[in-house]
């Protein structure tokens, strides 16, 4: 069992990646900020995935309280942008 445990592990641990690595590239390419804020949320949240399936390859929980953390500060970030944009909506006269 611990062979299809390692596969798995180290599957996922390449398609965390790649899928990192693509919303890494739209960040940088936008073409919008809110594109380029989705592409960070969603980075954060496979960097997560990767701190959780590391934590499982190591059999140590060391890293869960930092993907905890990390996972709080992107909700707080999300919802900081989400009020910008509404502000700016506001400020615009749209919406009404």
Request: glycine letters at 6%.
């Amino acid at each position: 069992m611990t062979g299809a445990l390692d596969l798995t592990i180290a599957a996922s641990l390449v398609a965390l990646t790649v899928s990192f690595l693509l919303s890494l590239l739209r960040m940088v390419k936008g073409p919008s900020l809110a594109d380029r804020v989705v592409a960070v949320d969603l980075m954060a949240a496979l960097a997560i995935g990767i701190m959780a399936v590391t934590a499982i390859a190591l059999e140590s929980s060391a890293l869960l309280q930092p993907a905890l953390v990390l996972a709080f500060v992107a909700f707080l970030a999300t919802v900081a942008f989400a009020r910008y944009i509404e502000k700016a909506g506001a400020d615009d006269g749209e919406g009404e």
